[in-house]
């Protein structure tokens, strides 16, 4: 059997690596006790038991300057990697940790329920109950400024706008479709083409929404400006008001399909108008390590 058994090999210990890199590269015993705020007699000994344990000479000790044998050329290279390798691990593991206690601010579309980030956020702090959530509901472009000022780190919201300024890392895929009243003389199809809504009353959300100005874009492509007569901030509301045939509405179709009942129908648009609900953060922004281990589990959820 080889002396050099793995037995021995991970007996060594770093501050004994660390001892060998700093009399190597001092060249000498008392200056590498003086940059290890040690004495010459502990590192001499150190250096000793590490012969020891891998039954060689490290140093040539005759001269007036200490110098590695040709054996201890080796095991400095070696002594290097392992004590680097160690120092990132420290640190990795260092970085884990403060990933695991921390604040963490995010905004949010106000449909959190009907995409899953209710559960995304809970699971979360399950796993990581020492990182404190501050969580806010907002509309998208207020969003883009709390991201831009640094007063929230992370928004789950619509993507398909951002510019190559903000990372995202989808959530899901959903699609516009037609509120209809069951009384609509549209409400028995299964698909609906935007042109034929051209002289419907429509009712939206507000115009701070991504959804207002998508919805009036998709019409000025489909060849006519909509007549919007109501803008509100609460989907309910306007659902009721489309049971109460005040006109029709274009929405999300699962923003909206939990109010699915037997007054209205959802029919989804020939157009095939499709959006993302992402995790977004600034590119040119560091996270903290809270935000880093958020970002890391959504990427990791979704994969």
Known sequence: M??????EVFRMNILRLNYLIAVAESGSFSEAAQQLYTT??????QIIALEKELHVRLFDRTSRKVELTEQGKIVLSHAKKLTAGYNDMMAQLSAYEQSCRGHLSIVSIPVMAQYQITSILADFNRLFPDITLNVKEMETFEMLSALENGSYDLAFMRSEMLDDSYE???????????????????????????????????????????????????????????????????????????????GVSLMMEQAVSYLQNQ???????????????????????????????????VKSRNS
């Open 40 to 45: 010459q007699s502990s590192v001499s000994k």
């Open 263 to 297: 007054m209205i129908r959802i029919v989804p648009l020939t157009e095939h108008i499709d959006s993302y609900i992402s995790l977004v953060r600034l590119k040119n922004r560091t996270m903290s390590p809270s935000a880093a281990a958020f970002w890391n589990y």
């Open 168 to 246: 995202t890392s989808n959530i899901c895929k959903d699609r516009f479709a037609t509120v209809l009243p069951l009384n609509h003389p549209l409400s028995s199809r299964e698909e609906i083409s935007l042109c034929e809504l051209k002289d419907e009353s429509f009712l939206l959300l507000n115009k701070g929404t991504l959804l207002y100005s998508s919805c009036i874009n998709a019409c000025q492509k489909a060849g006519f400006s909509p007549k919007v007569t109501y803008t509100g901030t609460r989907i309910e509301t306007i659902v009721e008001l489309v049971i109460q045939n005040m």
């Open 2 to 7: 080889s002396k050099y058994n793995k037995t």
